[in-house]
């Protein structure tokens, strides 16, 4: 199972930090990431860790303002936004897979989702 925590409503141009935890397993051999999604669209992958050498994919709409972050000990994940816009309003997932290796929609974990509102 996998929690997360942190969103809510930022100004443009303000940042957040979401968390992400892994319930009863270890995060340790899982590809790790972020999608996205708005009523009546399709979920965006945002940004992803891979499980073999630690590569970060970023979509184009984040790269420069966001990154993804582990915790192995904590077995928890991060992503944090900088610079948000009113486009990023959205409900964020975390997921987790063994096998994943990039942004497509493959990924077997999903967290519940957070909503995150950028607006002024």
């Known amino acids: 199972q996998l929690v997360e925590s942190g969103g809510g409503l930022v100004q443009p141009g303000g940042s957040l930090r979401l968390s992400c935890e892994a319930i009863?397993?270890?995060?340790?051999?899982?590809?790790i990431g972020w999608f996205r999604q708005v009523p009546g669209k399709e979920r965006e992958g945002v940004i992803c860790?891979?499980?073999?050498?630690?590569?970060?994919v970023y979509a184009d709409s984040v790269k420069g303002r966001f990154t993804i972050s582990r915790d192995n000990v904590k077995d928890s994940i991060y992503l944090q936004m900088n610079d948000l816009k009113p486009e990023d309003t959205a409900v964020y997932y975390c997921?987790?897979?063994?096998?994943?290796?990039?942004?497509?929609?493959?990924?077997?974990?999903w967290g519940q989702g957070t909503q995150v509102t950028v607006s002024s």
């Open positions: 860790m891979t499980n073999s050498d630690r590569r970060i």
């Open positions: 997921v987790a897979d063994r096998w994943a290796y990039g942004l497509e929609d493959v990924y077997d974990l």
């Open positions: 009863g397993f270890s995060l340790d051999y899982y590809s």
